[in-house]
């Protein structure tokens, strides 16, 4: 909010159980994600679907949750933040008990749609409550609260692989965690901060395009989320094709690489407590850079291996720092969060094509070298995510600097 317009915010009644409260809607946020990933085989067994049809149908959730995300800065104006994320994270709860249902591939690309766009506007919202929070403590929480939805994620990633040993039917599975995911989100809800606009704001338009301030800070998003994107989708194959690991090993990547993330991000907000936003970046810029030096030098998995790792750690709080960025530049913190938001996701959706289009004209070593360009520019784009400094270094706001040249006139709220 716009200091010189609205009030001081509130102190938080229990900032210990705000801090619990949205690190658990992260949580299930994740869970939500880890469980339909699980499935997926299934969906595409019962379908019959080819592989460009079923990567057709995993399309959607990208292009529903890029076309949605600004219209969560409508639902928090009109609702409040509490409000908004409980019912949003609730319509995301509510969605993974969708894709399993449908009959046919125009009805999963729909289904997915809709999914996608509930998956979107709750991110947006639980991201925008969290750098409130994370604004009132004084202190950084945002890496351990995405470190939160990577845990959430893995766990109920395990228990649909144990499902699907069981042969479970997946339409049956997914409904029912769809409904305890739903029962376990309501009551922690309850502990947010009721944002709300201040009085005679103007509400957020339906869409818009995000301001340039907004585009900066996305785009160090957008290099972060493209190496993420490539490594979790191809590092599998790329250990296997390039570095010749067994299918075990190359199976494993998968799983190895997003606990790496996890366990990176729930550590991170000591880095940015002690090194600031900008220094954490150029930090995580120059591992995750070494990793993509070591995975395109990589001539056996034994090299490779601890190359995409590196790339996992350099990158995990580039993204929760965006978002704490982006909440802190104009005067609608979920409408600068969705900008930033659909921008790095948007990374996300292209990333795999990409790979695979420069893979077949090429190698898959020279789209791992585009990777490392991407994580190097982190090291020369960190400046623009100065404002998620506020609060991480015992709560001292560190002012913008001017470079109005690049776009990067940030204001304080």
């Known amino acids: 909010m716009n200091r010189t317009t609205a009030p001081p915010p509130e102190p938080l009644a229990s900032p210990r159980r705000a801090r619990a409260g949205i690190a658990l809607v992260f949580a299930v ?7 339909f990933v699980t499935r997926i085989p299934w969906i595409h067994d019962r379908l019959d679907l080819s592989a460009g049809q079923l990567g057709l149908a ?29 019912g ?26 809709v999914y996608g766009a509930t998956a979107g506007m709750a991110d947006v919202a639980m991201n925008a409550q ?12 945002m890496s351990g609260l995405h470190g939160m939805w990577s845990a959430g994620g893995l766990v109920a990633s395990g228990f649909g692989i144990l499902a699907a ?53 996305g785009l160090v998003g957008f290099c972060a989320v493209f190496a993420e994107g490539a490594s979790m989708d191809w590092s599998g194959i790329y250990l296997r094709d390039v570095t010749g690991a067994s299918a075990t090993v190359a199976a494993a990547s998968y799983t190895a690489f997003s606990l790496t993330m996890a366990v990176s991000r729930l550590a991170g907000d000591a880095a940015i407590r002690r090194l600031g ?10 591992v995750a850079t070494a990793g993509g030096l070591l995975v395109v030098a990589a001539d056996s998995p034994a090299l490779a291996i601890p190359g995409f790792a590196l ?6 709080v580039i993204v929760p720092l965006a978002f704490a960025a982006a909440g802190r530049i104009g005067t609608n913190a979920s409408q600068a969060i969705a900008g930033v938001a659909t921008v790095t996701y948007t990374s996300g959706l292209v990333a795999p094509a990409v790979i695979g289009a420069l893979a077949q004209a090429t190698s898959l070593t020279v789209s791992f070298g585009l990777v490392t360009a991407l994580t190097f520019a982190l090291l020369l784009s960190a400046g623009a995510l100065r404002l998620a400094e506020r609060g991480s270094t015992a709560g001292t706001v560190t002012a913008p600097e001017s470079a109005g040249s690049a776009g990067k006139d940030l204001s304080t709220r």
């Not at 040993?165 to 997914?174: E, P, S």
């Not at 936003?277 to 120059?286: C, D, E, I």
């Not at 790339?311 to 995990?316: D, L, P, R, S």
């Open 88 to 113: 949003l994270i609730a319509l995301w709860c509510l969605a993974l008990a969708l894709p399993a249902l449908a009959p046919s591939l125009p009805v999963l690309c729909g289904v997915l749609l």
């Open 58 to 86: 995993l399309v959607m959730p990208a292009v529903g949750s890029s076309l949605a995300m600004p219209l969560a800065g409508r639902f928090v104006h009109r609702y409040g933040g509490r409000a908004a994320v409980r």
């Open 165 to 217: 040993h069981l042969d479970l039917d997946a339409r049956l599975q997914l409904a029912v965690t769809a409904l305890v995911l739903l029962v376990l989100a309501q009551p922690v809800c309850r502990a947010l901060p009721d944002l709300r606009a201040h009085e005679g704001a103007e509400e957020p338009p339906r869409f818009a395009l995000p301001p340039r301030s907004s585009l900066v800070i």
């Open 29 to 35: 946020h994740g869970a939500v994600s880890g469980s």
């Open 277 to 286: 936003a900008v220094r954490t970046t150029r930090l995580g810029g120059a």
């Open 311 to 316: 790339i996992g750690i350099g990158i995990a």
């Open 130 to 141: 969290g750098v409130e929070i994370e604004e009132r403590l004084g202190r950084s929480i």
